[in-house]
């Protein structure tokens, strides 16, 4: 039988990579690797289990309601992140403000520990979003700036997606690779090396239901997919969605609408780190004008249209 390669030696294989500290990647990632296999296990018992399925009761800061999972992922990842002492402070889409651990750790992280949480309760994918940021700061209390870089300045981001199977996709600014989950010995193995995104291909994924809202240019481009009877494929969950495409050549696009010009997703949670990969992978994001990991953030919740995808259609639907 053919060697299969864990995350685990994946990782210490290439740590030369890591333009920081050897080592330092592979503790950063420890905590990653270990919350996605823990919140894989709720998730797969989801249906089961009446405590963890279902709304929280509260809302986060976006107003929107927490479900429970979404609740017990965030405090997971920012647990398994303090615990190892490279990580200063957390910022998180389930958090008003950063969550500070006071320990003069050289990285901050900023995460969306549990993306599309509104397919929770209909076992569709979820998943979660990860960047790795070096501070600017020195000193035990990491900073606003420190967090307010452009996406450009990631040393690492990856997502998990906890689908048909799950999967941990993750780059260093060398490529991208993809490993699966296997349930049956509890470890990610590599099963997708140097993933590549198809300059190219069929599928669009857009939320459909604001055409009206949309601009005349993305209903242009929207038509021209039609009239060349590419796919439409939109799950609803951005990893899901974005994971597919690069699998498969596609675009997803979140533009700003007339109500909300700044359309729906996060630049930190969400934008930045699906930009990164999406560029190591040969492919584009923007915001249908500039280039995702040049924006400059001037907040943490801040949000931003999104085009990403295979470079080619994320050319086209910026023209219009
Ligand atoms: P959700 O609200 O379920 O958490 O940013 C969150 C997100 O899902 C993305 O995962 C998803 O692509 C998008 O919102 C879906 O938004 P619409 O319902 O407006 O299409």
């Known amino acids: 039988m053919a060697h299969v390669k864990t995350l685990a030696e994946f990782i210490t294989e290439r740590q030369h990579e890591f333009t920081y500290a050897t080592g330092e990647l592979s503790q950063l990632l420890t905590s990653f690797r270990l919350a996605g296999k823990m919140v894989n296990r709720e998730v797969n018992k989801a249906g089961l289990a009446e405590d963890i399925l279902g709304a929280q009761g509260t809302e986060n800061v976006q107003g929107e309601a927490q479900q429970k999972l979404d609740v017990y992922a965030n405090d997971l990842f920012i647990r398994l992140l303090k615990s190892q002492g490279m990580v200063c402070a957390v910022a998180s889409e389930e958090n008003d403000d950063i969550v500070h651990f006071d320990n003069g750790g050289k990285y901050v992280v900023t995460m969306d520990p549990l993306?599309?949480?509104?397919?929770?309760?209909?076992?569709?994918?979820?998943?979660?979003?990860?960047?790795?940021?070096?501070?600017?700061?020195?000193?035990?209390?990491?900073?606003?700036?420190?967090?307010?870089?452009?996406?450009?300045?990631?040393?690492?981001?990856?997502?998990?997606?906890?689908?048909?199977?799950?999967?941990?996709?993750?780059?260093?600014?060398?490529?991208?690779?993809?490993?699966?989950?296997?349930?049956?010995?509890?470890?990610?193995?590599?099963?997708?090396?140097?993933?590549?995104?198809?300059?190219?291909?069929?599928?669009?994924?857009?939320?459909?239901?604001?055409?009206?809202?949309?601009?005349?240019?993305?209903?242009?481009?929207?038509?021209?997919?039609?009239?060349?009877?590419?796919?439409?494929?939109?799950?609803g969950s951005l990893v899901a969605d974005f994971h597919r495409n690069l699998l498969k050549g596609g675009v997803y696009l979140y533009p700003g609408t007339a109500k909300a010009p700044k359309g729906k997703l996060r630049l930190l949670y969400e934008a930045n780190p699906l930009a990164f990969l999406a560029e190591q992978a040969g492919g584009k994001a923007t915001d249908g004008t500039a280039r995702i990991l040049d924006l400059m953030p001037t907040e943490l919740h801040q949000r931003t249209p999104l085009y990403i995808g295979s470079s080619q259609m994320v050319d086209a639907a910026m023209r219009g």
């Open 115 to 235: 993306d599309g949480s509104s397919n929770i309760d209909v076992n569709v994918s979820i998943g979660t979003i990860f960047s790795i940021y070096k501070r600017i700061s020195t000193g035990p209390k990491a900073t606003l700036e420190d967090f307010l870089q452009p996406g450009r300045a990631q040393v690492a981001a990856g997502y998990i997606v906890y689908g048909s199977s799950t999967m941990l996709v993750y780059s260093t600014g060398h490529g991208v690779n993809g490993f699966t989950l296997d349930p049956s010995i509890g470890t990610f193995c590599l099963s997708h090396p140097n993933m590549t995104s198809p300059a190219d291909g069929k599928i669009y994924s857009i939320n459909e239901g604001n055409w009206y809202e949309f601009s005349d240019g993305v209903r242009n481009y929207i038509d021209g997919c039609k009239q060349k009877k590419m796919s439409a494929r939109y799950i």
